[in-house]
């Protein structure tokens, strides 16, 4: 018999259980470790804060699922890994022993990193729901009493999709209540260039998105460091391709919303060998790390090196798609190893993202994720904004009924007839 335990119940943590769970022999043990025992779909956070969706909406209870997969749940955070006894120490100083370990515990939101910035700052987030529904009282106030909106994401931020979402979210929600004229929009960014999306772009989402902020009256400064925020007020550095100093700007807001800098949780940071300096798991093309050899990690916490250089630091998005495949590869090499074989799967480092604009949206496929390669494709349309809509509906019913069926986004296009995948590998 063996122990499986992951740490994190979200969109990598919930179908790693599911998919180890059905790929588990019999007699092995898989436990969740989760702060939490709800599961939040997070890419509808910026629905939430704009009051299109209210948190029960994506929000779900993981006991009974988990339980009637025969799934163990501890609803408690993990206080910090212990590689060499193969333990979990839990918050309430409790340990939990371990033959194999996935930590899929998300980010660490590094709002510490800037001045003023994030929920307990100056800025709104969107990164989690409870920020959300607070960026929603404050959207409340902001649409009562209107004024210059700040947005975009910060140095070494890596999830640039939802930083233009929000943007152009908040463009259609202003439009329909008929105030998008006393709201001057600015979107601050530390991309080199509009649809970089720390990708080096994908197909010519450089052009579409210039183009889609332009008609949306939406401008932009790239290369921009965010040095600090203060009430109603935002320090920007804007720098030039060598990346030297080129303006200082200090953009007055009265609604501001900042992607921060992601890092790893406390539960592992500093640990020497299993994560990097930023504390993201360090693992190999199998998942798994390369000093403690019974740790897989998948999802925003793997330790992923920028696409390209660019003048101020860009990470790499980790997006659904690619984070499905690393689920399924470490289910994989798991069962592997309970039967004494040495893990030969590897994740698809693809990446397939739906942004949804309100009333359209912008489609990217990028395969394989780091330039050159043989697909790089980018589309808008009204179609998107009704796939993410169809992608949440299908994620928490799947997140409902427990199933770990792969490829979520692929099939949700395959459904809707827009790209055939499968064909583009
Ligand atoms: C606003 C936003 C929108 C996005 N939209 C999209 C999109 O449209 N499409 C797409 O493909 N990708 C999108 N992404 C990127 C990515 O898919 C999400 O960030 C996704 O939630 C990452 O999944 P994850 O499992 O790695 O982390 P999370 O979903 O954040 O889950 C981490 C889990 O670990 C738990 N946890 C953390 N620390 C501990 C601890 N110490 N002990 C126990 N539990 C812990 C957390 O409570 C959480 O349950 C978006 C990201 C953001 C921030």
């Known amino acids: 018999m063996a122990h499986i335990v992951i740490i994190g119940a979200g969109i ?3 179908p790693m259980a599911f998919e180890m769970k059905e790929q588990a022999r019999a007699e092995d043990r898989v436990t969740v470790i989760s702060e939490s025992a709800k599961f939040h779909f997070v890419p509808s956070n910026p629905w939430v804060a704009v009051d299109w969706r209210k948190r029960k909406d994506i929000e779900l209870d993981i006991a009974p699922t988990l339980k009637r997969k025969g799934i163990e749940l501890i609803a408690q955070g993990a206080q ?3 590689p060499e006894r193969q333990q979990v120490e839990l918050l309430d100083g409790t340990v939990v022993d371990y033959d194999y370990l996935v930590i899929a515990t998300g980010p660490k939101l590094a709002f510490d990193e800037i001045p003023g910035m994030g929920p307990d700052g100056y800025s709104q987030s969107i990164c989690h729901v409870s920020h959300a529904e607070t960026a929603k009282l404050n959207w409340d106030r902001f649409t ?3 004024g210059p909106i700040v947005v975009g994401a910060v140095q070494g931020a890596s999830c640039f999709g939802p930083a233009y979402e929000y943007a152009m979210i908040m463009d259609t929600d202003l ?8 709201v001057p929009m600015t979107y601050v960014t530390s991309e080199p260039y509009i649809g ?5 772009g994908v197909g010519d989402s450089k052009g579409l998105l210039e183009s889609a902020m332009r008609d949306r009256h939406i401008k932009w400064i790239c290369n921009a460091k965010t040095t600090k925020i203060e009430d109603g007020h935002m320090f920007v550095t804007e720098h030039d391709d060598n990346g030297q100093p080129k303006k200082e700007h200090v953009l007055p807001f009265k609604h501001s919303m900042m992607l921060p800098a992601f890092k790893g949780v406390d539960a592992v940071f500093g640990i020497e060998g299993l994560t990097n300096p930023r504390g993201f798991i360090t693992i190999d093309e199998h998942q798994r790390n390369p000093k403690f050899t019974n740790i897989f990690s998948v999802g925003v916490c793997v330790a992923i090196p920028p696409v390209e250089a660019t003048p101020i630091p860009v990470g790499t998005p980790k997006t659904g798609f690619m ?3 690393m689920v399924t590869a470490t289910a994989h090499n798991i069962r592997e190893m309970l039967d004494g074989k040495e893990p030969s799967h590897k994740a698809t480092w693809n990446t397939v993202c739906l942004a949804d604009f309100g009333d ?4 990217f496929v990028a395969l394989p994720q780091i330039p050159p390669r043989n697909v790089s494709w980018f589309a808008e349309g009204k179609w998107v904004h009704l796939a993410k809509v169809a992608f949440e509906k299908y994620f928490m019913r799947k997140m409902q009924k427990g199933t770990s069926e792969p490829f979520y986004e692929k099939m949700v296009m395959d459904m809707m007839g827009i790209v055939k995948l499968k064909d583009k590998k």
């Open 12 to 14: 990598g943590g919930m």
């Open 80 to 82: 910090r890994v212990h």
């Open 144 to 146: 009562a009493d209107p």
């Open 175 to 182: 439009r329909r209540r008929k105030i998008r004229d006393q």
């Open 196 to 200: 970089h999306l720390g990708l080096g």
């Open 323 to 325: 984070i499905e495949s």
């Open 360 to 363: 359209t949206g912008a489609a």
